[in-house]
Protein backbone atom coordinates (compact mmCIF):
# COMPACT_ATOMS: atom_id res chain seq x y z
CA UNK A 1 0.00 0.00 0.00
CA UNK A 2 1.45 3.15 -1.10
CA UNK A 3 0.73 6.72 0.36
CA UNK A 4 -2.07 8.21 -1.91
CA UNK A 5 -2.72 11.84 -3.06
CA UNK A 6 -5.42 11.97 -1.06
CA UNK A 7 -3.61 10.70 1.94
CA UNK A 8 -0.76 13.30 1.56
CA UNK A 9 -3.87 15.95 1.24
CA UNK A 10 -5.26 14.98 4.21
CA UNK A 11 -1.91 14.94 6.21
CA UNK A 12 -0.46 18.23 5.04
CA UNK A 13 -4.58 20.18 5.73
CA UNK A 14 -4.56 18.92 8.98
CA UNK A 15 -1.35 19.67 9.92
CA UNK A 16 -0.90 23.34 8.45
CA UNK A 17 -5.18 23.53 9.93
CA UNK A 18 -3.94 22.79 13.57
CA UNK A 19 -0.74 25.62 13.20
CA UNK A 20 -3.17 27.77 11.59
CA UNK A 21 -5.60 27.81 14.42
CA UNK A 22 -3.30 27.50 17.24
CA UNK A 23 -1.84 31.27 15.84
CA UNK A 24 -5.39 32.14 15.35
CA UNK A 25 -6.52 31.87 18.52
CA UNK A 26 -3.52 33.29 20.22
CA UNK A 27 -3.14 36.35 18.03
CA UNK A 28 -4.93 38.72 20.55
CA UNK A 29 -2.96 37.87 23.54
CA UNK A 30 -0.81 40.43 24.61
CA UNK A 31 3.26 40.36 25.31
CA UNK A 32 3.15 39.59 28.89
CA UNK A 33 4.27 36.82 30.98
CA UNK A 34 1.04 35.54 32.00
CA UNK A 35 -0.96 35.72 28.43
CA UNK A 36 2.45 34.30 26.99
CA UNK A 37 2.86 31.06 29.89
CA UNK A 38 -0.68 30.85 30.91
CA UNK A 39 -3.04 31.63 28.46
CA UNK A 40 -3.77 35.37 30.48
CA UNK A 41 -5.00 32.24 33.15
CA UNK A 42 -8.50 32.26 30.93
CA UNK A 43 -8.40 28.51 29.91
CA UNK A 44 -11.61 26.32 29.61
CA UNK A 45 -12.83 23.29 31.06
CA UNK A 46 -13.28 21.47 27.83
CA UNK A 47 -9.96 22.85 26.82
CA UNK A 48 -8.25 21.93 29.40
CA UNK A 49 -9.25 18.29 29.74
CA UNK A 50 -8.26 17.72 25.85
CA UNK A 51 -5.21 19.55 25.95
CA UNK A 52 -3.84 17.69 29.28
CA UNK A 53 -5.20 14.47 27.31
CA UNK A 54 -3.06 15.72 23.87
CA UNK A 55 -0.08 16.77 26.02
CA UNK A 56 0.35 13.43 27.58
CA UNK A 57 -0.92 10.83 25.10
CA UNK A 58 1.82 11.13 21.85
CA UNK A 59 3.74 8.94 20.19
CA UNK A 60 5.47 8.47 23.33
CA UNK A 61 2.71 6.90 24.87
CA UNK A 62 1.89 5.11 21.64
CA UNK A 63 4.83 3.70 20.97
CA UNK A 64 6.24 3.07 24.24
CA UNK A 65 3.34 1.52 25.61
CA UNK A 66 1.78 -0.48 22.72
CA UNK A 67 5.63 -1.48 22.45
CA UNK A 68 6.02 -2.87 26.43
CA UNK A 69 2.21 -4.56 25.37
CA UNK A 70 4.11 -6.29 22.36
CA UNK A 71 7.09 -7.19 24.41
CA UNK A 72 5.85 -9.44 27.19
CA UNK A 73 4.32 -6.30 29.50
CA UNK A 74 0.35 -7.09 27.92
CA UNK A 75 -2.06 -5.02 29.44
CA UNK A 76 -0.35 -4.48 32.65
CA UNK A 77 1.05 -1.55 31.11
CA UNK A 78 -2.51 0.52 31.32
CA UNK A 79 -1.65 0.88 34.77
CA UNK A 80 -0.21 3.71 33.94
CA UNK A 81 -3.19 4.93 32.68
CA UNK A 82 -5.96 3.54 34.91
CA UNK A 83 -3.89 4.86 38.15
CA UNK A 84 -3.35 8.01 36.56
CA UNK A 85 -7.50 8.40 36.04
CA UNK A 86 -7.49 7.89 40.43
CA UNK A 87 -4.57 10.30 40.77
CA UNK A 88 -5.94 13.05 38.56
CA UNK A 89 -9.07 13.29 40.41
CA UNK A 90 -7.10 13.54 43.90
CA UNK A 91 -4.80 16.24 42.09
CA UNK A 92 -8.30 18.12 41.34
CA UNK A 93 -9.42 18.53 44.87
CA UNK A 94 -6.45 18.01 46.78
CA UNK A 95 -3.64 19.89 44.93
CA UNK A 96 -5.05 22.67 42.73
CA UNK A 97 -6.73 24.62 45.51
CA UNK A 98 -3.34 24.92 46.57
CA UNK A 99 -1.55 26.14 43.02
CA UNK A 100 -4.45 28.26 42.20
CA UNK A 101 -4.51 30.28 45.55
CA UNK A 102 -0.95 31.14 45.71
CA UNK A 103 -0.96 32.14 42.10
CA UNK A 104 2.01 30.60 40.60
CA UNK A 105 3.34 30.13 37.30
CA UNK A 106 5.93 27.24 37.97
CA UNK A 107 6.19 23.92 40.44
CA UNK A 108 9.53 25.08 41.38
CA UNK A 109 7.73 28.20 42.45
CA UNK A 110 5.52 26.90 44.66
CA UNK A 111 8.22 25.28 47.04
CA UNK A 112 9.62 28.95 47.58
CA UNK A 113 5.85 29.70 48.94
CA UNK A 114 6.53 26.77 50.85
CA UNK A 115 10.08 26.21 51.81
CA UNK A 116 12.57 28.38 50.39
CA UNK A 117 14.27 29.90 47.37
CA UNK A 118 17.29 26.56 47.42
CA UNK A 119 14.12 24.00 47.36
CA UNK A 120 13.03 25.98 44.32
CA UNK A 121 16.42 26.23 42.62
CA UNK A 122 17.11 22.58 43.19
CA UNK A 123 13.93 21.66 41.46
CA UNK A 124 14.19 23.85 38.71
CA UNK A 125 17.39 22.75 38.05
CA UNK A 126 16.58 19.09 38.07
CA UNK A 127 13.35 19.46 35.95
CA UNK A 128 15.39 20.99 33.09
CA UNK A 129 17.78 18.72 32.79
CA UNK A 130 15.09 16.17 32.92
CA UNK A 131 13.36 17.96 30.50
CA UNK A 132 16.58 17.46 28.10
CA UNK A 133 15.89 13.95 27.94
CA UNK A 134 11.99 14.21 27.97
CA UNK A 135 12.03 16.55 24.41
CA UNK A 136 14.57 14.13 22.78
CA UNK A 137 12.46 11.19 24.03
CA UNK A 138 9.16 12.68 22.57
CA UNK A 139 10.82 13.67 19.37
CA UNK A 140 12.37 10.39 18.89
CA UNK A 141 9.38 8.16 19.21
CA UNK A 142 7.51 10.41 16.52
CA UNK A 143 10.48 10.21 14.49
CA UNK A 144 10.98 6.23 15.03
CA UNK A 145 7.54 5.87 14.36
CA UNK A 146 7.46 8.09 10.53
CA UNK A 147 10.89 5.70 10.14
CA UNK A 148 9.15 2.74 10.43
CA UNK A 149 6.13 3.21 8.76
CA UNK A 150 7.63 4.66 5.71
CA UNK A 151 10.55 1.82 5.39
CA UNK A 152 8.22 -0.79 5.97
CA UNK A 153 4.95 0.99 3.67
CA UNK A 154 7.35 2.35 1.09
CA UNK A 155 10.48 0.81 1.06
CA UNK A 156 12.63 3.98 1.50
CA UNK A 157 14.87 5.13 4.50
CA UNK A 158 14.40 8.30 5.85
CA UNK A 159 16.66 9.42 8.24
CA UNK A 160 15.62 9.90 12.32
CA UNK A 161 17.36 13.34 12.55
CA UNK A 162 15.41 14.52 9.33
CA UNK A 163 12.13 13.18 10.84
CA UNK A 164 12.95 14.62 14.29
CA UNK A 165 13.71 17.92 12.76
CA UNK A 166 10.16 18.08 11.06
CA UNK A 167 8.13 17.59 13.98
CA UNK A 168 10.23 20.02 16.08
CA UNK A 169 9.49 22.62 13.43
CA UNK A 170 6.37 22.35 13.42
CA UNK A 171 5.72 22.69 17.44
CA UNK A 172 8.18 25.81 17.10
CA UNK A 173 6.71 27.47 14.56
CA UNK A 174 3.09 28.06 17.01
CA UNK A 175 4.55 27.37 20.43
CA UNK A 176 7.41 30.44 19.57
CA UNK A 177 4.36 32.51 18.59
CA UNK A 178 1.63 31.99 21.01
CA UNK A 179 2.41 30.45 23.68
CA UNK A 180 0.45 28.15 25.94
CA UNK A 181 -3.19 29.23 24.12
CA UNK A 182 -1.95 28.01 20.85
CA UNK A 183 -0.59 24.92 22.62
CA UNK A 184 -3.86 24.50 23.93
CA UNK A 185 -6.09 25.33 21.07
CA UNK A 186 -3.79 23.08 18.83
CA UNK A 187 -4.48 20.45 21.56
CA UNK A 188 -7.61 20.70 21.17
CA UNK A 189 -8.24 19.23 18.01
CA UNK A 190 -4.86 17.00 17.79
CA UNK A 191 -6.46 15.12 21.65
CA UNK A 192 -9.49 14.84 19.46
CA UNK A 193 -8.22 13.41 16.39
CA UNK A 194 -5.55 11.09 18.16
CA UNK A 195 -8.67 8.78 20.20
CA UNK A 196 -10.19 8.72 16.64
CA UNK A 197 -7.49 7.73 15.18
CA UNK A 198 -6.28 5.13 18.04
CA UNK A 199 -9.63 3.78 17.74
CA UNK A 200 -9.32 2.90 13.80
CA UNK A 201 -6.31 1.62 14.55
CA UNK A 202 -7.83 -0.80 16.98
CA UNK A 203 -11.08 -1.81 14.95
CA UNK A 204 -8.70 -2.18 11.76
CA UNK A 205 -6.13 -4.50 13.57
CA UNK A 206 -8.93 -6.74 14.84
CA UNK A 207 -10.27 -7.00 11.37
CA UNK A 208 -6.55 -8.08 10.26
CA UNK A 209 -6.84 -10.72 13.19
CA UNK A 210 -9.76 -12.07 11.73
CA UNK A 211 -8.29 -13.06 8.39
CA UNK A 212 -4.52 -14.48 8.94
CA UNK A 213 -4.41 -17.85 8.77
CA UNK A 214 -1.32 -18.03 11.88
CA UNK A 215 -0.30 -15.89 14.60
CA UNK A 216 3.18 -15.49 17.02
CA UNK A 217 2.91 -16.05 20.69
CA UNK A 218 4.89 -16.62 23.73
CA UNK A 219 4.86 -20.17 24.97
CA UNK A 220 7.13 -20.16 28.09
CA UNK A 221 9.75 -17.76 26.86
CA UNK A 222 9.77 -19.91 23.12
CA UNK A 223 8.43 -17.75 20.15
CA UNK A 224 5.93 -19.99 18.14
CA UNK A 225 3.60 -19.56 15.06
CA UNK A 226 0.78 -21.54 15.62
CA UNK A 227 -2.45 -21.95 13.10
CA UNK A 228 -5.36 -20.43 13.61
CA UNK A 229 -9.21 -21.50 13.08
CA UNK A 230 -10.30 -20.28 10.01
CA UNK A 231 -14.28 -20.51 12.11
CA UNK A 232 -12.93 -18.28 15.46
CA UNK A 233 -14.05 -14.63 15.07
CA UNK A 234 -11.02 -11.62 15.71
CA UNK A 235 -12.58 -11.34 19.03
CA UNK A 236 -11.78 -15.14 19.72
CA UNK A 237 -8.82 -15.56 18.56
CA UNK A 238 -7.35 -12.53 20.30
CA UNK A 239 -8.14 -14.04 23.85
CA UNK A 240 -6.75 -17.35 21.96
CA UNK A 241 -3.85 -16.10 22.01
CA UNK A 242 -3.10 -13.47 24.76
CA UNK A 243 -5.23 -14.35 27.56
CA UNK A 244 -2.47 -14.57 29.69
CA UNK A 245 -1.44 -11.06 28.61
CA UNK A 246 -4.79 -9.66 29.73
CA UNK A 247 -3.87 -9.37 33.62
CA UNK A 248 -3.47 -6.05 35.48
CA UNK A 249 -1.30 -8.66 37.84
CA UNK A 250 2.66 -10.09 37.10
CA UNK A 251 4.91 -11.45 39.35
CA UNK A 252 6.60 -9.99 42.14
CA UNK A 253 10.05 -10.12 40.32
CA UNK A 254 8.70 -8.98 36.68
CA UNK A 255 11.65 -7.16 35.86
CA UNK A 256 9.20 -3.50 34.58
CA UNK A 257 5.98 -3.53 36.70
CA UNK A 258 5.28 -6.31 39.24
CA UNK A 259 1.86 -6.37 41.01
CA UNK A 260 4.28 -4.83 43.99
CA UNK A 261 4.83 -2.03 42.04
CA UNK A 262 0.94 -1.02 42.37
CA UNK A 263 0.93 -0.21 46.14
CA UNK A 264 3.11 2.15 46.11
CA UNK A 265 6.03 2.68 43.56
CA UNK A 266 3.98 3.04 41.00
CA UNK A 267 1.71 5.99 42.59
CA UNK A 268 4.60 7.95 42.82
CA UNK A 269 5.29 8.64 38.82
CA UNK A 270 1.52 8.98 38.40
CA UNK A 271 1.38 12.02 41.56
CA UNK A 272 4.37 13.56 40.42
CA UNK A 273 3.56 13.44 36.65
CA UNK A 274 0.01 14.59 37.03
CA UNK A 275 0.19 16.94 39.84
CA UNK A 276 3.83 18.69 40.13
CA UNK A 277 4.88 17.75 36.50
CA UNK A 278 5.42 21.61 34.69
CA UNK A 279 4.11 20.21 31.28
CA UNK A 280 0.82 19.26 32.60
CA UNK A 281 0.16 21.54 35.12
CA UNK A 282 0.46 24.22 33.07
CA UNK A 283 -2.61 23.77 31.48
CA UNK A 284 -4.36 23.84 35.07
CA UNK A 285 -2.37 26.73 36.50
CA UNK A 286 -3.96 28.83 33.26
CA UNK A 287 -7.56 28.15 34.49
CA UNK A 288 -10.14 30.65 34.73
CA UNK A 289 -11.24 29.40 38.11
CA UNK A 290 -10.71 26.78 40.68
CA UNK A 291 -13.52 25.00 39.12
CA UNK A 292 -13.05 24.97 35.34
CA UNK A 293 -9.89 23.45 36.10
CA UNK A 294 -11.43 21.04 38.63
CA UNK A 295 -13.96 20.23 35.46
CA UNK A 296 -11.13 19.65 33.19
CA UNK A 297 -8.88 17.26 35.19
CA UNK A 298 -11.90 14.80 35.98
CA UNK A 299 -12.94 15.47 32.29
CA UNK A 300 -9.42 14.17 31.56
CA UNK A 301 -9.36 11.22 33.74
CA UNK A 302 -12.57 10.09 31.98
CA UNK A 303 -10.85 9.60 28.69
CA UNK A 304 -8.10 7.95 30.70
CA UNK A 305 -9.73 4.88 30.86
CA UNK A 306 -10.65 4.78 27.55
CA UNK A 307 -6.77 5.03 26.49
CA UNK A 308 -5.45 1.05 27.26
CA UNK A 309 -7.93 -0.19 24.84
CA UNK A 310 -7.23 1.99 21.65
CA UNK A 311 -3.08 1.62 22.46
CA UNK A 312 -2.59 -1.14 24.29
CA UNK A 313 -4.44 -3.83 22.63
CA UNK A 314 -3.38 -3.13 19.00
CA UNK A 315 0.57 -2.98 20.67
CA UNK A 316 -0.22 -6.96 21.86
CA UNK A 317 -2.16 -7.52 18.30
CA UNK A 318 1.16 -6.42 16.36
CA UNK A 319 3.37 -9.00 18.46
CA UNK A 320 0.93 -11.64 16.80
CA UNK A 321 0.92 -10.66 13.46
CA UNK A 322 4.45 -8.51 12.94
CA UNK A 323 6.94 -9.70 15.41
CA UNK A 324 9.04 -11.15 12.26
CA UNK A 325 8.79 -7.68 11.29
CA UNK A 326 9.89 -5.84 14.50
CA UNK A 327 13.53 -6.86 14.48
CA UNK A 328 16.11 -5.01 13.74
CA UNK A 329 20.14 -6.45 13.79
CA UNK A 330 19.07 -10.20 14.74
CA UNK A 331 17.23 -7.95 17.92
CA UNK A 332 13.29 -7.87 18.78
CA UNK A 333 12.75 -4.07 19.32
CA UNK A 334 8.59 -3.56 20.57
CA UNK A 335 8.47 -0.06 20.14
CA UNK A 336 8.58 -0.79 16.70
CA UNK A 337 4.78 -2.09 17.49
CA UNK A 338 2.60 0.95 16.05
CA UNK A 339 5.09 1.49 12.79
CA UNK A 340 4.17 -1.77 11.93
CA UNK A 341 0.42 -1.58 12.39
CA UNK A 342 0.36 1.80 10.25
CA UNK A 343 2.09 0.56 7.93
CA UNK A 344 0.18 -2.68 7.79
CA UNK A 345 -3.58 -1.94 8.12
CA UNK A 346 -4.52 1.34 7.39
CA UNK A 347 -5.45 1.50 3.84
CA UNK A 348 -4.56 4.60 1.62
CA UNK A 349 -7.85 6.17 1.08
CA UNK A 350 -7.19 9.29 3.07
CA UNK A 351 -7.23 7.13 6.34
CA UNK A 352 -3.76 6.53 6.74
CA UNK A 353 -3.02 10.25 5.93
CA UNK A 354 -5.30 10.87 9.04
CA UNK A 355 -3.81 8.69 11.05
CA UNK A 356 -0.38 9.70 9.83
CA UNK A 357 -1.19 13.33 11.15
CA UNK A 358 -3.73 12.50 14.09
CA UNK A 359 0.27 10.23 15.64
CA UNK A 360 2.39 13.15 14.82
CA UNK A 361 0.13 16.02 15.67
CA UNK A 362 -0.10 14.32 18.83
CA UNK A 363 3.61 14.07 19.61
CA UNK A 364 3.89 17.64 18.01
CA UNK A 365 1.45 18.36 20.59
CA UNK A 366 3.62 16.42 23.86
CA UNK A 367 6.41 18.88 22.42
CA UNK A 368 5.20 21.79 22.16
CA UNK A 369 3.89 21.33 26.15
CA UNK A 370 7.01 20.12 26.96
CA UNK A 371 9.08 23.24 25.46
CA UNK A 372 6.47 25.70 26.68
CA UNK A 373 7.15 24.00 30.18
CA UNK A 374 10.65 24.66 29.90
CA UNK A 375 10.73 27.38 28.78
CA UNK A 376 7.96 29.01 31.75
CA UNK A 377 10.84 27.35 34.05
CA UNK A 378 14.08 28.71 33.04
CA UNK A 379 12.51 31.99 32.46
CA UNK A 380 10.40 32.60 35.90
CA UNK A 381 12.46 30.33 37.83
CA UNK A 382 15.98 30.99 36.82
CA UNK A 383 15.98 34.04 34.20
CA UNK A 384 13.96 36.57 36.53
CA UNK A 385 14.73 35.34 39.78
CA UNK A 386 18.34 35.59 39.48
CA UNK A 387 19.76 37.10 36.52
CA UNK A 388 17.57 39.78 35.81
CA UNK A 389 14.81 40.12 38.50
CA UNK A 390 13.61 43.77 36.96
CA UNK A 391 13.52 42.47 33.32
CA UNK A 392 10.29 44.01 31.79
CA UNK A 393 7.46 42.10 30.81
CA UNK A 394 8.15 42.19 26.73
CA UNK A 395 12.11 41.05 27.90
CA UNK A 396 10.70 38.36 29.58
CA UNK A 397 8.49 36.72 27.05
CA UNK A 398 11.36 37.02 24.26
CA UNK A 399 13.81 35.16 26.64
CA UNK A 400 10.91 32.49 26.94
CA UNK A 401 10.81 32.44 23.00
CA UNK A 402 14.39 32.19 22.79
CA UNK A 403 14.12 29.37 25.79
CA UNK A 404 11.92 27.91 23.34
CA UNK A 405 13.86 27.77 20.45
CA UNK A 406 17.03 26.06 22.22
CA UNK A 407 15.41 23.34 23.78
CA UNK A 408 13.93 22.54 20.15
CA UNK A 409 17.71 22.68 18.85
CA UNK A 410 18.52 20.13 21.79
CA UNK A 411 15.18 17.70 21.21
CA UNK A 412 16.73 16.96 17.53
CA UNK A 413 20.02 16.52 19.19
CA UNK A 414 19.18 13.65 21.48
CA UNK A 415 16.79 12.05 19.41
CA UNK A 416 18.69 11.40 16.48
CA UNK A 417 22.40 11.27 18.19
CA UNK A 418 21.75 9.82 21.62
CA UNK A 419 18.88 7.84 21.92
CA UNK A 420 18.91 5.82 19.02
CA UNK A 421 20.69 3.12 20.69
CA UNK A 422 20.65 -0.90 21.07
CA UNK A 423 20.58 -0.17 24.71
CA UNK A 424 16.76 1.00 24.45
CA UNK A 425 15.81 -2.36 22.88
CA UNK A 426 14.01 -2.33 26.46
CA UNK A 427 11.26 0.24 25.13
CA UNK A 428 11.71 3.98 25.43
CA UNK A 429 8.35 4.36 27.62
CA UNK A 430 10.52 2.72 30.55
CA UNK A 431 13.40 4.43 29.79
CA UNK A 432 11.10 7.90 30.25
CA UNK A 433 9.54 6.89 33.25
CA UNK A 434 12.88 4.85 35.22
CA UNK A 435 15.02 8.70 34.22
CA UNK A 436 12.16 10.66 35.76
CA UNK A 437 12.74 8.73 39.01
CA UNK A 438 15.43 11.02 39.70
CA UNK A 439 13.87 13.28 41.24
CA UNK A 440 9.93 12.64 41.24
CA UNK A 441 9.97 10.97 44.65
CA UNK A 442 11.75 13.50 45.98
CA UNK A 443 9.78 16.37 44.77
CA UNK A 444 6.17 14.20 45.22
CA UNK A 445 7.45 13.89 49.13
CA UNK A 446 8.27 17.50 49.65
CA UNK A 447 5.04 18.54 48.27
CA UNK A 448 3.12 16.01 49.84
CA UNK A 449 4.56 16.62 53.30
CA UNK A 450 4.67 20.67 52.77
CA UNK A 451 0.94 20.23 52.15
CA UNK A 452 0.16 17.93 55.60
CA UNK A 453 3.00 18.94 57.97
CA UNK A 454 2.41 22.50 58.75
CA UNK A 455 5.24 23.11 61.52
CA UNK A 456 7.95 21.18 58.49
CA UNK A 457 11.03 23.72 58.44
CA UNK A 458 11.57 25.75 55.28
CA UNK A 459 15.32 23.50 54.93
CA UNK A 460 12.63 20.38 54.52
CA UNK A 461 12.32 20.41 50.92
CA UNK A 462 15.63 21.00 49.67
CA UNK A 463 16.59 18.14 51.80
CA UNK A 464 14.00 15.85 50.59
CA UNK A 465 15.01 16.81 46.58
CA UNK A 466 19.01 15.83 47.62
CA UNK A 467 18.20 12.90 49.53
CA UNK A 468 16.20 11.90 46.32
CA UNK A 469 18.93 12.22 43.76
CA UNK A 470 21.57 10.65 45.84
CA UNK A 471 19.68 7.50 47.32
CA UNK A 472 17.81 6.99 43.94
CA UNK A 473 21.57 6.65 42.09
CA UNK A 474 22.55 4.43 45.21
CA UNK A 475 20.44 2.19 44.63
CA UNK A 476 20.45 2.17 40.51
CA UNK A 477 24.38 0.85 40.95
CA UNK A 478 23.96 -0.83 44.66
CA UNK A 479 20.99 -2.75 43.67
CA UNK A 480 20.82 -3.02 39.86
CA UNK A 481 17.96 -5.89 40.30
CA UNK A 482 15.05 -3.19 42.21
CA UNK A 483 12.93 -2.17 39.72
CA UNK A 484 13.00 0.75 39.42
CA UNK A 485 9.00 1.43 40.85
CA UNK A 486 10.18 -0.24 44.06
CA UNK A 487 13.36 1.87 44.04
CA UNK A 488 11.17 4.54 43.64
CA UNK A 489 8.96 3.49 46.81
CA UNK A 490 12.33 3.32 48.90
CA UNK A 491 13.19 6.77 48.03
CA UNK A 492 10.33 8.04 48.87
CA UNK A 493 10.00 6.35 51.99
CA UNK A 494 13.78 7.60 53.03
CA UNK A 495 12.59 11.10 52.04
CA UNK A 496 9.96 10.89 54.25
CA UNK A 497 11.55 9.69 56.74
CA UNK A 498 14.48 12.51 56.64
CA UNK A 499 11.40 15.54 56.22
CA UNK A 500 9.92 13.58 59.87
CA UNK A 501 13.44 13.51 61.91
CA UNK A 502 14.05 17.09 61.11
CA UNK A 503 10.47 17.85 61.95
CA UNK A 504 10.88 16.49 65.50
CA UNK A 505 14.30 17.93 65.81
CA UNK A 506 13.31 21.37 65.05
CA UNK A 507 9.43 22.22 64.56
CA UNK A 508 8.34 25.89 63.13
CA UNK A 509 7.89 27.63 65.66
CA UNK A 510 3.95 28.84 63.95
CA UNK A 511 2.59 26.43 61.20
CA UNK A 512 3.11 27.52 57.64
CA UNK A 513 -0.21 29.18 55.90
CA UNK A 514 -1.28 29.21 52.61
CA UNK A 515 -2.25 32.67 51.87
CA UNK A 516 -4.30 33.64 48.49
CA UNK A 517 -1.97 35.40 46.56
CA UNK A 518 -5.12 35.52 43.35
CA UNK A 519 -8.34 37.14 42.30
CA UNK A 520 -9.38 33.82 40.59
CA UNK A 521 -12.66 32.47 41.88
CA UNK A 522 -11.36 29.32 44.34
CA UNK A 523 -15.10 27.56 44.88
CA UNK A 524 -14.98 24.27 43.96
CA UNK A 525 -16.93 22.21 41.53
CA UNK A 526 -19.59 19.79 42.90
CA UNK A 527 -20.34 18.17 39.82
CA UNK A 528 -16.66 17.72 39.09
CA UNK A 529 -16.50 16.31 42.58
CA UNK A 530 -19.63 13.61 41.87
CA UNK A 531 -18.05 12.57 38.51
CA UNK A 532 -14.92 12.15 39.86
CA UNK A 533 -15.92 9.47 42.31
CA UNK A 534 -17.54 8.09 39.20
CA UNK A 535 -14.02 7.70 37.79
CA UNK A 536 -12.55 5.61 40.86
CA UNK A 537 -15.37 3.12 40.64
CA UNK A 538 -15.31 2.99 37.35
CA UNK A 539 -11.08 2.28 37.69
CA UNK A 540 -12.14 -0.38 40.91
CA UNK A 541 -13.81 -2.05 38.31
CA UNK A 542 -11.45 -1.92 35.78
CA UNK A 543 -8.95 -3.76 38.26
CA UNK A 544 -11.42 -6.58 39.39
CA UNK A 545 -12.08 -7.63 35.54
CA UNK A 546 -8.99 -7.72 34.23
CA UNK A 547 -7.47 -9.73 37.74
CA UNK A 548 -7.20 -13.22 37.50
CA UNK A 549 -10.37 -14.21 39.60
CA UNK A 550 -12.11 -11.54 37.16
CA UNK A 551 -14.65 -12.30 34.90
CA UNK A 552 -12.15 -11.02 31.98
CA UNK A 553 -10.49 -14.48 30.84
Not at 42 to 54: E, T
Not at 388 to 416: H, P, W
Not at 451 to 474: D, E, H, M, Q, T
Not at 500 to 509: E, N
Request: charged letters at 15%; one cysteine or more.
Amino acid sequence: MDFSYIDIAVFVIFIAGVVAIGLWKSREEKNTSEDYFLAGRGLKWWLIGFSLIAANISTEQFVGMSGDAAGGVGLAIASYEWMAAVTLVIVAFFFLPHFLRAGIYTMPEFLEYRYNWVARLIMAVATLGIYVVLVGSITYSGALTIETFVKARMGYEISLWAGSLFIVVIALIYVVTGGLKACAWADLIQGSALIIAGAIIMILVFIKLGLVNEATVLVDGAIKTVPLDSGMSAWDRFWHLNASKMTMYLPSDHPKLPWTALIVGLWIPNFYYWGLNQYITQRTLGAASLAEGQKGIVFSAFMKLLIPFIVVVPGIIAFNLYYQNMQEDGVFKSDMALGQLIANVIPSNGLFGFTLAALLGAVISSLAALLNAASTIFTMDIYKKYLNKDAEQKKIVSVGRMCVITFGVLAVVVSAFVLDSPKLNKGIFTVIQEVQGLISPGILAAFAFGFVVKKAPRICGAVSLLVNIVGYSVLKYAVPDLNFLNRMAVCFGLCLVTMTIIRLVKPMAEPITFESTTDLDLKSSKGAFIAGMIVIVLTVILYIVFSPLGVAK
